[in-house]
């Protein structure tokens, strides 16, 4: 299909008076010199209606299955996410004016301004789908936009087994966490699957437990009979109506939960969930973003900051309030829980120690937290830890931060980035 021929016909329809028919797709094809046969005329209509409705032609990227992420970097770069990391797509935009055209239409469809006074949005699309958009004012090399595609189902933890993402013993590990009320955290980087997990582990708890989840931008969708989603709401652009996270948090205590639980913790709301852990609320849980288990603690306390504990104050409620880290990471085939690790300390040492490791092949070894993660869940959810039942007597040394917990994670080199897609160009690719 001629992408010239389709924009000169959405732009004479454009101008219609009503909503353009088959009848007017033909008749703009004859005022453009063309021969406006049965066939012609079906293409451009279907071309028209996949590009103005939904997310164009993102939306074919959009229903591959396992498909986590679509990101645009300006018209020609194109990539998904399948937990595998990023891989490079065959779609191409006709130009900036096509994809800034999308965006601002996705950001009207939801009630969002996006326009050069406003250059940037970050919204829920009808179907869950979370959007952000930088417009070409701020972004090189165009318009940019990030798709996070809601999980079309609900992963429980024996499909996380059954997709290596853990082994038995460790499923076994996390279902008592849940059982004797522990409060935990999910960490991992960028897309590890932090969100998926703490969904998966959520949908164990009994029935007649209320959770109430609190989320910046909702994400969270549980297999479970009685939960409760609280959504924070940005400031409208006359700069009222906005809700806040900790405000979220304070009017959660107030709904009789059995469990709080917090989607990602970034900000002054950690105070409130800490205090909330302190207080009864027994069993809570959020995510955090962290490289690694060793850089978990600086991020609370510098999270913790932002809402006004000092670091002393910080430490006691911390080591108080949370008793285990789950950490998750991707490997070649996907991602797996590779650490889990227990908060231990004072209001003058913080530092969450290692109890268990597990490599690429699930095998586990022992670190220097696991007697006190034995206190916590019990001796016997410790045995057969590993994909061999084996767990290694050798202890893991206390790992060491390898950098702050803002820097920039290692990014692997863009060859290893370009999986192509099946189309005539990576075929072409594959043959030379």
């Given at each position: 299909?001629?992408?010239?021929?389709?924009?000169?016909?959405?732009?004479?329809?454009?101008?219609?008076?009503?909503?353009?028919?088959?009848?007017?797709?033909?008749?703009?094809?004859?005022?453009?010199?063309?021969?406006?046969?049965?066939?012609?005329?079906?293409?451009?209509?279907?071309?028209?209606?996949?590009?103005?409705?939904?997310?164009?032609?993102?939306?074919?990227?959009?229903?591959?299955?396992?498909?986590?992420?679509?990101?645009?970097?300006?018209?020609?770069?194109?990539?998904?996410?399948?937990?595998?990391?990023?891989?490079?797509?065959?779609?191409?935009?006709t130009g900036e004016e096509e994809?800034?055209?999308?965006?601002?239409?996705?950001?009207?469809?939801?009630?969002?301004?996006?326009?050069?006074?406003?250059?940037?949005?970050?919204?829920?699309?009808?179907?869950?789908?979370?959007?952000?958009?930088?417009?070409?004012?701020?972004?090189?090399?165009?318009?940019?936009?990030?798709?996070?595609?809601?999980?079309?189902?609900?992963?429980?933890?024996?499909?996380?087994?059954?997709?290596?993402?853990?082994?038995?013993?460790?499923?076994?590990?996390?279902?008592?966490?849940?059982?004797?009320?522990?409060?935990?955290?999910?960490?991992?980087?960028?897309?590890?699957?932090?969100?998926?997990?703490?969904?998966?582990?959520?949908?164990?708890?009994?029935?007649?437990?209320?959770?109430?989840?609190?989320?910046?931008?909702?994400?969270?969708?549980?297999?479970?009979?009685?939960?409760?989603?609280?959504?924070?709401?940005?400031?409208?652009?006359?700069?009222?109506?906005?809700?806040?996270?900790?405000?979220?948090?304070?009017?959660?205590?107030?709904?009789?939960?059995?469990?709080?639980?917090?989607?990602?913790?970034?900000?002054?709301?950690?105070?409130?969930?800490?205090?909330?852990?302190?207080?009864?609320?027994?069993?809570?849980?959020?995510?955090?973003?962290?490289?690694?288990?060793?850089?978990?603690?600086?991020?609370?306390?510098?999270?913790?900051?932002?809402?006004?504990?000092?670091?002393?104050?910080?430490?006691?409620?911390?080591?108080?309030?949370?008793?285990v880290v789950i950490h998750l990471?991707?490997?070649?085939?996907?991602?797996?829980?590779?650490?889990?690790?227990?908060?231990?300390?004072?209001?003058?040492?913080?530092?969450?120690?290692?109890?268990?490791?597990?490599?690429?092949?699930?095998?586990?070894?022992?670190?220097?937290?696991?007697?006190?993660?034995?206190?916590?869940?019990?001796?016997?959810?410790?045995?057969?830890?590993?994909?061999?039942?084996?767990?290694?007597?050798?202890?893991?040394?206390?790992?060491?931060?390898?950098?702050?917990?803002?820097?920039?994670?290692?990014?692997?080199?863009?060859?290893?980035?370009?999986?192509?897609?099946?189309?005539?160009?990576?075929?072409?690719?594959?043959?030379?």
């Amino acid at each position: 299909m001629n992408d010239k021929l389709v924009e000169d016909v959405r732009s004479a329809v454009a101008v219609l008076a009503h909503p353009w028919t088959p009848m007017d797709v033909a008749a703009a094809l004859v005022d453009l010199g063309q021969v406006a046969s049965d066939a012609l005329v079906l293409a451009v209509v279907e071309e028209l209606r996949r590009t103005s409705l939904g997310a164009g032609r993102l939306e074919p990227l959009l229903g591959i299955d396992g498909v986590t992420d679509v990101l645009v970097n300006g018209p020609d770069q194109v990539f998904i996410d399948r937990g595998r990391g990023l891989e490079a797509t065959q779609v191409r935009f006709t130009g900036e004016e096509e994809l800034r055209s999308l965006a601002v239409r996705l950001a009207a469809g939801v009630g969002r301004r996006l326009d050069d006074g406003c250059p940037w949005v970050d919204a829920r699309l009808p179907d869950g789908t979370r959007f952000h958009a930088v417009l070409d004012v701020l972004a090189q090399p165009g318009t940019c936009l990030s798709l996070r595609v809601p999980a079309r189902r609900r992963l429980s933890l024996d499909d996380w087994v059954a997709g290596g993402g853990m082994t038995p013993g460790c499923a076994r590990i996390l279902t008592e966490v849940l059982d004797r009320r522990l409060a935990f955290l999910v960490t991992g980087g960028t897309g590890t699957g932090k969100t998926t997990l703490l969904s998966s582990l959520l949908s164990r708890l009994p029935g007649d437990q209320r959770v109430v989840v609190v989320e910046d931008s909702r994400e969270l969708t549980l297999d479970h009979p009685h939960w409760v989603s609280l959504e924070a709401r940005a400031a409208n652009s006359e700069g009222r109506g906005e809700v806040s996270l900790t405000q979220l948090v304070r009017q959660s205590l107030r709904m009789r939960p059995d469990r709080v639980v917090l989607g990602e913790v970034r900000g002054a709301e950690l105070r409130d969930l800490l205090m909330a852990l302190n207080t009864g609320h027994e069993g809570g849980c959020g995510t955090v973003h962290a490289n690694g288990v060793a850089e978990v603690t600086a991020r609370l306390e510098a999270l913790a900051a932002l809402g006004g504990l000092s670091r002393d104050a910080a430490r006691a409620q911390i080591v108080a309030a949370l008793d285990v880290v789950i950490h998750l990471r991707r490997t070649a085939v996907g991602r797996m829980v590779s650490q889990i690790g227990v908060l231990t300390g004072d209001a003058e040492r913080l530092e969450v120690e290692i109890a268990l490791t597990w490599d690429d092949d699930g095998l586990a070894r022992r670190g220097p937290g696991y007697r006190r993660l034995a206190e916590l869940v019990g001796e016997e959810a410790l045995e057969e830890t590993g994909s061999d039942g084996f767990v290694s007597d050798v202890e893991i040394p206390v790992e060491e931060p390898r950098r702050t917990w803002d820097d920039e994670p290692e990014r692997p080199a863009v060859e290893d980035l370009l999986v192509d897609l099946p189309g005539p160009a990576a075929d072409a690719r594959r043959r030379s």
